[in-house]
């Protein structure tokens, strides 16, 4: 059983960081992404940024030059460095992987794949 388990989430105030992970657990034999959603209340879910195997990775508009994504791949692992926060960060942040993992003696694969979420709030 695959499990992504987010930490890091909290609340802050304006203009503070915070440092989401999401750790990927399980028979993983290869993870070919990893990203992180938000969640606004009333709103849709949406992309914040993404990182592939080979490191590349992409971000929403709204965050470019305040988030980072990084990826530790021994740990199975994604981080999201999230500076300069503001108010309408506020959301439940999911985090998103593809992967191939061992199941039953063979491999294989998941594309879309969610975390149960953390709780960012941004407010003073």
């Known amino acids: 059983q695959v499990q992504l388990v987010e930490s890091g989430g909290g609340l802050v105030q304006p203009g503070g960081s915070l440092r989401l992970s999401c750790t990927a657990s399980g028979d993983i034999f290869a993870i070919y992404f990893m990203g992180w959603y938000r969640q606004g209340p009333g709103k849709q879910r949406e992309l914040v940024a993404t990182i592939s195997s080979g490191a590349i990775t992409t971000y929403a508009d709204s965050v470019k030059d305040r988030f980072t994504i990084s990826r530790d791949v021994a740990k199975n692992t994604a981080y999201l460095q999230m500076n300069s926060l503001k108010p309408e960060d506020t959301a439940v942040y999911y985090c998103?992987?593809?992967?191939?993992?061992?199941?039953?003696?063979?491999?294989?694969?998941?594309?879309?794949?969610w975390g149960q979420g953390t709780q960012v709030t941004v407010s003073s």
């Open positions: 998103n992987a593809g992967f191939s993992f061992r199941k039953g003696g063979e491999i294989w694969d998941e594309y879309d794949y």
